[in-house]
């Protein structure tokens, strides 16, 4: 057999035992400083992309913006999420896994009709869940039926001196995403809400972002945070306001 110096040299993967022992108590260390840092809310939200388009009596089809939508989890005490559908005819939601009802708050009037959509849609973590909305699945009457329909939104205005600004009642902490948590990423989201008469965030709006990769993130928890409304001559009025997301550390600010 040959001497240990030997072995050393005619076999480069040779390491000593103690150096074994060393080596296994390094990795079993970070293996245990990475487990403590993970953060306590790992579960993926998923995407829901609605789209609203019409077919028109020429077989034309044209996408439709700003239509009124809510989603509401049912059994759940958390008001519901107010979407419009951009210029595209699309809107999208971050949420947190689950079943949702979905409904138009308004009702969409085409070639002398009126459209309206309402049913279930389950929303699944890390994936997007596409949901096209149009003539085929909607609720049709004649235009100017008698339909149970909300009140369109107060146009939202600038906070004055002379106003009762917004107070947050609910703060949704937002959820650090696990990948980038561990990669040591920080950022900084900025966003305008509009905050309702009902003290509901219905249409957040990422303003600035240091990292696009804490957006998602950002939006979702824009959505959830609740409000007393804002007080004009003792009335609530809608208003802008924003509000920003630090991802190393979380501040809100006006």
């Known amino acids: 057999m040959l001497p240990q110096a030997a ?4 076999d480069l993967r040779y390491i000593s035992p103690m150096r074994m022992g060393i080596a296994i108590a390094l990795l079993a260390l970070t293996a245990s400083s990475a487990q403590a840092a993970k953060p306590p809310r790992t579960s993926p939200w998923g995407t829901l992309e609605i789209s609203v ?32 559908t951009e210029d595209d005819g699309v809107a999208i939601a971050y949420l947190e896994p689950g079943k949702y009802l979905l409904k138009t708050r308004v009702p969409i009037q085409r070639d002398g009709k009126s459209y309206t959509w309402r049913g279930n849609v389950e929303v699944f973590p890390g994936k997007n869940t596409r949901l096209p909305l149009s003539n085929d699945n909607a609720d049709v009457e004649p235009a100017g039926s008698p339909q149970a329909a909300e009140p369109d939104d107060p146009a939202p205005i600038e906070p004055t001196a002379d ?40 249409r957040p709006t990422i303003l600035r972002s240091t990292d696009v990769r804490f957006n998602l993130a950002a939006l979702d928890a824009a959505q959830q945070q609740r409000y007393t409304p804002a007080l004009k001559d003792g009335k609530p009025v809608a208003v802008y306001y924003t509000w920003k997301v630090s991802f190393n550390t979380r501040e809100e600010g006006r």
């Not at 009596?57 to 999420?81: F, T």
């Not at 040591?184 to 003290?199: H, K, P, R, S, W």
């Open 7 to 10: 072995r050393k040299k005619t």
């Open 53 to 84: 388009t019409h077919t028109g009596p020429d077989k034309s089809s044209s996408k439709i913006p700003n239509v009124k939508l809510e989603l509401a989890q049912p059994g759940s005490s958390v008001a519901p999420i107010r979407l419009i």
């Open 163 to 202: 106003m009762v600004l917004p107070k947050l009642v609910h703060k949704e902490e937002p959820v650090f995403p696990p990948k980038l948590a561990f990669a040591n990423a920080a950022g900084t989201v900025v966003m305008l809400l509009v905050i309702d008469e009902q003290g509901v965030v219905i």
